[in-house]
Structures are given as C-alpha cells and as structure tokens.
C-alpha cells in the first residue's frame, strides 16, 4: 500500500515550490540569504526539480499528448513570466535610478515568478482543455 512514484514526485514538486515561494517571500522581506536560508533554497530547487517534469505530464509513460502538450506551454509561459520579471528588475530597479533591490531581493522575487507562474499556468491550460 506505497505510495505510487508518480504522487510521490508530484508532492515533491509541491512541497519544494511552496518551500521556494517561502523563501523567496523571506528574501524580499528581510534582505538576506544568510543563515540556513540558501540551504532552504537548494532543498526546495531539488525538491522542485525533481517533481516538475511528473507534475507537468512530460515524463515517460505520457498520460496522453494532450497532458504533454499543456505541460510544455505552461513551462514556456512561465519561462517568458521569469524573463519578463528579470528585465523588470534590471532595468527598473538595478539602472533606473532611485530605489535599488539586493541580490537575495531579486533573487527572491524570481523565485516566487518562476514557481507560480509554472503551477498557475499548468492549472489554467488544464482547466482550458487541449492547446493547439
């Protein structure tokens, strides 16, 4: 009565995306990633990865191709949201001038993006139903 390889991945991806979004959120805040906060980080992006292929529908037994092809839009989506939010930042806070963001702040702020932008457009464009 274990626990099918497919859930476990998938919980993986949702534990180390709500852990990331943590950290991420603790970034901004505080300004640091000093103490154990980079060690949170890693666990969460080892905890993300290794569950966001599962979690997408792209490894191998595919669901179906429709599965497959919701997961890749959504993770070309988000990619472009985490793009967007890095020419943001630069250009806006690291050369235009007034206040200015840290490293871990940027850091942080990309690292929120890139997990919620992945899980909402996943969720969206499965709700939505096949894409072309």
Same mark, same amino acid.
């Given at each position: 009565?274990?626990?099918?390889?497919?859930? !476990?991945?998938? &919980? #993986?991806?949702?534990?180390?995306? =709500?852990?990331?979004? !943590?950290?991420? &959120?603790?970034?901004?805040?505080?300004?640091?990633?000093?103490?154990?906060?980079?060690?949170?980080?890693? %666990?969460? %992006?080892? $905890?993300? *990865?290794? @569950?966001?292929?599962?979690?997408? *529908?792209?490894? !191998?037994? $595919?669901?179906?191709?429709? /599965?497959?092809?919701?997961?890749?839009? =959504? =993770? /070309?989506?988000?990619?472009? !949201?985490?793009?967007?939010? &890095?020419?943001?930042?630069?250009?806006?806070?690291?050369?235009? *001038? @007034?206040?200015?963001? #840290?490293?871990?702040?940027?850091?942080? =702020?990309?690292?929120?993006?890139?997990?919620? #932008? &992945?899980?909402?457009?996943?969720?969206?464009?499965?709700?939505?139903?096949?894409?072309?």
């Amino acid at each position: 009565m274990g626990i099918s390889m497919v859930r !476990a991945r998938t &919980i #993986s991806m949702v534990l180390g995306g =709500a852990l990331l979004v !943590a950290c991420g &959120i603790l970034m901004l805040v505080e300004d640091t990633i000093d103490d154990i906060l980079w060690l949170e980080v890693l %666990l969460g %992006l080892g $905890l993300f *990865g290794g @569950g966001l292929f599962e979690y997408l *529908g792209l490894r !191998a037994p $595919l669901r179906d191709e429709r /599965t497959a092809r919701i997961g890749t839009r =959504a =993770a /070309t989506y988000s990619w472009y !949201a985490v793009l967007v939010i &890095i020419g943001f930042l630069g250009m806006v806070y690291g050369m235009g *001038g @007034g206040y200015k963001i #840290s490293m871990s702040q940027a850091t942080g =702020a990309v690292l929120i993006t890139m997990v919620v #932008s &992945i899980m909402v457009f996943n969720w969206y464009l499965g709700r939505k139903g096949d894409v072309e």
